[in-house]
């Protein structure tokens, strides 16, 4: 079992920062894939930024040059850097590990921009 804890969400006005950090415990040893999803109101589930398999990044195109996703492996934590925020970025934000093929979710934060 993989455990996801989130935290770092919050209202944001635009134009704003926030810094999402994403937790990761239990058998993490085989970590695959590990990155943030959103889902807005009325929307699908989208990718924002991952970790591909070799290490890569990989980001949405509505984000890139805005967010930055970065890890710390000595604290387990994958973290995303949220810079020039937009209303459209309001969404409840996902972090996600593919571990030994099974793909975990965490709780869930939400972002708010809004002035």
């Known amino acids: 079992q993989v455990q996801l804890v989130e935290s770092g969400g919050g209202l944001v006005q635009p134009g704003g920062s926030l810094r999402l950090s994403c937790a990761a415990s239990g058998s993490i040893f085989n970590i695959y894939t590990m990155g943030w999803y959103r889902q807005a109101p009325g929307k699908q589930r989208e990718l924002v930024a991952a970790?591909?398999?070799?290490?890569?990044?990989n980001y949405a195109d509505s984000v890139k040059g805005r967010f930055t996703i970065s890890r710390d492996n000595a604290k387990n934590t994958v973290y995303l850097q949220m810079n020039s925020l937009k209303p459209e970025d309001t969404a409840v934000y996902y972090c996600n590990a593919v571990v030994s093929g099974l793909s975990y979710w965490g709780q869930g934060t939400q972002v708010t921009v809004s002035s």
């Open positions: 970790f591909t398999s070799r290490g890569s990044t």
